[in-house]
């Protein structure tokens, strides 16, 4: 299959072991990250604020670690972006919003507290949508400056799809870490609904909001997921299901059930056929593909999924009147169409309308648990965006992929195994709740069969 190959990616876990044995430093890591982005800044504007000075000193201090043989973590010395919607002690936090120009908190995000402890290497601030939901910035595509970089983590997916960095962090409400990875050629990362800490990060809705990774490699990801995790824990979760030090080994599905939702009526040829190379390889592999055309249950399903699926948005409405009720009064025009829009759904439900979309939620939650434990499947298989990145930038994209994922709260990857046209889209694989680690598993077999399949083809 023709799969796609980064030619910007650096990878931090592979650089781990050269740190370990003397071979390249932390500073050494950070400065090839640092010519990248002195290659690629001004075209792709994946940063609103970057701090070069901080980045290598912490690198400096790390290399002196890694020298004495005493790194703080699995991620010491590691460059990080950090979406502009999480706070930062030492970095303005502006949301992308004229109202927050400027604004400083004077404390971490619970994340970027849980990195800089870990001596990872806190290297700017990525560009936002407006407060993750509205207009977008001004961030390009890694690969194709006419094209949206997707949003709304579009400055941390397109900085780390550039090489400017191997990881960032970003945020998920209905598709926001997800689309801009499969964009950007990029892993996305979006665990369980509140596997990881999300204190210190600005609230659009508390029962939808995931703190997401975007990284040049799964194992890139998997490294600073886990150090978060460890980190700082998560209130009334706990810690994150396969957490730890080394990426979950490849585990082989005995099945995956491929889903066939609306968004396949936005897809072209060229993306429908990499997706069918895709199954084709994966079925070689001795995976059984279940759908809807060869189990009822499955269609009954989708079925569910796609009468039910447009409250997501109901939710996210209603949890939005705090704090945006407030900013819409103070500020009036400096907050965007889009989230006045928002409010006035809002405005429109009762309370009883807001007790029906919730139901509505676990219901699907409930028949997505059992549907997988009745097939006997490990994961759901589809796309993670409806093909490679769009031109323009005044839409950033369809989310129709991947809201379902997000509406269960359930774990999922964007792989970056397909393209089109010479442009990257991922494969998303949506998972269980609380077993972020098995698939990883999946996502990790998967990634190694699909590039074997490359190479001997």
Known sequence: MNAWRNPYSVSFAQALADFKRGKQTPRDFLERCIANVERNEQRVKAFVTLDLKAARKAADESTKRYKAGRPLSMVDGCPVGIKDIMATQDMPTQMNSPAFKGWQSGQDAACVHALRHSGAVIFGKTVTTEFAIGYSGPTTNPFDPERTPGGSSSGSAAGVGAGMMPVALGTQTQGSTLRPASYCGAVGFKPTIGALNTAGIHPLSATCDHLGIIGSTLEDTWLVASQI????GSPGY?????????????????????????????????????FEEVITAVTAAGVEIVTKDNDQRVAQFEDAIERDVDSALDIVAYEMKWPFEDYIARYGDKIGKRIHGLIERAAKMTPADYISVLEKRNSIRNRCRSL???????????????????????????????????????????????????????LQLIGIDHRDGNLCSTANWITQTLAADHADN
């Open 229 to 232: 995790s460890f980190g700082v």
């Open 238 to 274: 706990g810690f994150i299901n396969g957490a730890g030090p080394t990426l979950p080994a490849a585990v082989q599905p005995a099945k995956l059930i491929r889903l066939y939702t609306r968004g396949w009526g936005e897809i072209d040829a060229s993306t429908g056929r990499a």
């Open 372 to 426: 997988a434990a009745a097939v006997g499947a490990q994961a759901y298989l589809t796309l993670a965006s409806s093909g490679p990145a769009i031109k323009g930038f005044e839409f950033s994209g369809s989310r129709t992929f991947i809201v379902p994922g997000s509406w269960l709260g359930f774990p999922a990857f964007s792989l970056p195994l397909m393209q089109s046209g010479g442009l990257p889209f991922g």
